[in-house]
């Protein structure tokens, strides 16, 4: 047992294992309040679907931009410019995922939101992952861990 909880100790202290952990649950929060509201409003307005997207995108990218700062990259700055920064990125990423994927997905290929979500999220893992750890959550050489 304890090599169990040794190993589960040395996986979460990788950063690129937290920020997997932290997307998760965003996206979780993401998927959730996007199909409820979806199911909710469906029907009522054409925009059902970019109503609930952005509701969700409002919802998770909070929990996303504080799990990412204290806990994926431990950042000890003021948190306003890197909100700024964070949410440059994720209104970039939203648009893309919504207006280009979700959009392709769901009006032209006729995929459900249920499956469309999760493909237009693997594709900006990666590169939100990127940008946040070399621009936004950037650690200055003084707070760098000395090898």
Wanted: glycine share 2%; hydrophobic share 55%; charged share 15%.
């Amino acid at each position: 047992m304890q090599k169990i909880m040794s190993f589960i100790k040395r996986l979460l202290s990788a950063q690129s294992v937290r920020y997997l952990i932290s997307s998760c649950v965003a996206f979780a929060v993401s998927y959730c309040v996007a199909l409820a509201l979806d199911a909710a409003l469906g029907g009522v307005t054409a925009f059902s679907v970019e109503a609930a997207t952005a509701a969700a995108f409002i919802i998770s990218s909070q929990v996303n931009f504080w799990m990412n700062r204290s806990w994926v990259f431990k950042s000890k700055k003021p948190p306003l410019p890197e909100l700024g920064g964070y949410y440059s990125l994720a209104l970039v990423s939203f648009a893309v995922k919504t207006y280009v994927f979700i959009e392709i997905m769901v009006r032209l290929l006729r995929l459900s939101l249920a499956i469309a979500m999760p493909i237009s999220e693997a594709a900006m893992f990666v590169i939100n992952y990127v940008v946040q750890k070399k621009l936004i959550f950037k650690k200055k050489d003084s707070e760098k861990p000395q090898k």
